[in-house]
T-cell receptor, first 114, second 117 residues
Framework: AQKVTQAQTEISVVEKEDVTLDCVYE???????LFWYKQPPSGELVFLIR??????QNEISGRYSWNFQKSTSSFNFTITASQVVDSAVYFC???????????FGEGTQLTVNP | GAVVSQHPSRVICKSGTSVKIECRSL??????MFWYRQFPKQSLMLMAT?????????EQGVEKDKFLINHASLTLSTLTVTSAHPEDSSFYIC?????????????FGDGTRLSIL
C-alpha cells in the first residue's frame, strides 16, 4: 500500500523567510511518481511539480526548490523568500504511474504573514 | 494546456436531494477520470476511478449506490450524490487523464463545494 506523510500540519512564517515543507512516502513499487500541489483558499489544485523515481536530481523553479532523497523516501519542498501569496495548503502526492490514482498526504497549511 | 471544467462550483440544497456534478475535459479526450472528496481541513481521498464505457471502480468504503458515476463519453464524467444528507457535505474534485498519455499528470477541475442543509 502507498502512503504519504506530511508531518507538519501548519507552518507560520514571516514574509521573506525561507520555509521547507516535509514529505515522506512509502511504496513497494520500484517505479513511482511524486507530486506537489498547492491548494489556495478558493479550493482548486495547482500542479507544482512531478518527479519520477528514477530522477533524483533536485529541481529549482524560481523561488521553489525540491529535494528528492530516495534513501530516506523524502521529497521536500522549499520556498525561498516566502511571500503572502504563498499562503495555501500544500499537498504531496504519490502514484504508481504519472497519470494514475494519487495518494495524497494530509497537507501542510502554510501561512505567510506580512 | 489541458483544461478540465467542473460544474457546478457550489451547491446548497436540502437533505434528501440528489445532486449531479459534471466533469468535462474541454480540449482533450479522457478515457479515465478520477473523483476525489475532501472534508474540511483534510486531505483528498480518492472515491472512484471512472472509465469511459465501463463501470466505475470504487474505493473501499465508498457506497456505489450512493455515489453514482457515469462516464458516457470521452469528455464527460458525472457524479451523482443520491439522497444527499448533511454528512455528504464536502468538496468534490475531479481529475482527468489525457487519452493515450498515461505518463502525463492528471488535470484537475476546480472542484464543487456541496453543502447539504
Amino acid at each position: 500500500a502507498q502512503k504519504v506523510t506530511q508531518a507538519q500540519t501548519e507552518i507560520s512564517v514571516v514574509e521573506k523567510e525561507d520555509v521547507t515543507l516535509d514529505c515522506v512516502y512509502e511504496t513497494r513499487d520500484t517505479t513511482y511518481y511524486l507530486f506537489w500541489y498547492k491548494q489556495p483558499p478558493s479550493g482548486e489544485l495547482v500542479f507544482l511539480i512531478r518527479r519520477n523515481s528514477f530522477d533524483e536530481q533536485n529541481e529549482i523553479s524560481g523561488r521553489y526548490s525540491w529535494n528528492f532523497q530516495k534513501s530516506t523516501s523524502s521529497f521536500n519542498f522549499t520556498i525561498t523568500a516566502s511571500q503572502v501569496v504563498d499562503s495555501a495548503v500544500y499537498f504531496c502526492a504519490l502514484s504508481e504511474e504519472s497519470g494514475s490514482r494519487l495518494t495524497f498526504g494530509e497537507g501542510t497549511q502554510l501561512t505567510v504573514n506580512p | 494546456g489541458a483544461v478540465v471544467s467542473q460544474h457546478p462550483s457550489r451547491v446548497i440544497c436540502k437533505s434528501g436531494t440528489s445532486v449531479k456534478i459534471e466533469c468535462r475535459s474541454l480540449d482533450f479526450q479522457a478515457t479515465t477520470m478520477f473523483w476525489y472528496r475532501q472534508f474540511p481541513k483534510q486531505s483528498l481521498m480518492l472515491m472512484a476511478t471512472s472509465n469511459e464505457g465501463s463501470k466505475a471502480t470504487y474505493e473501499q468504503g465508498v457506497e456505489k449506490d450512493k455515489f453514482l458515476i457515469n462516464h458516457a463519453s470521452l469528455t464527460l464524467s458525472t457524479l451523482t450524490v443520491t439522497s444527499a444528507h448533511p454528512e455528504d457535505s464536502s468538496f468534490y474534485i475531479c481529475s482527468a487523464r489525457v487519452r493515450g498519455f498515461s505518463n502525463q499528470p492528471q488535470h484537475f477541475g476546480d472542484g464543487t463545494r456541496l453543502s447539504i442543509l
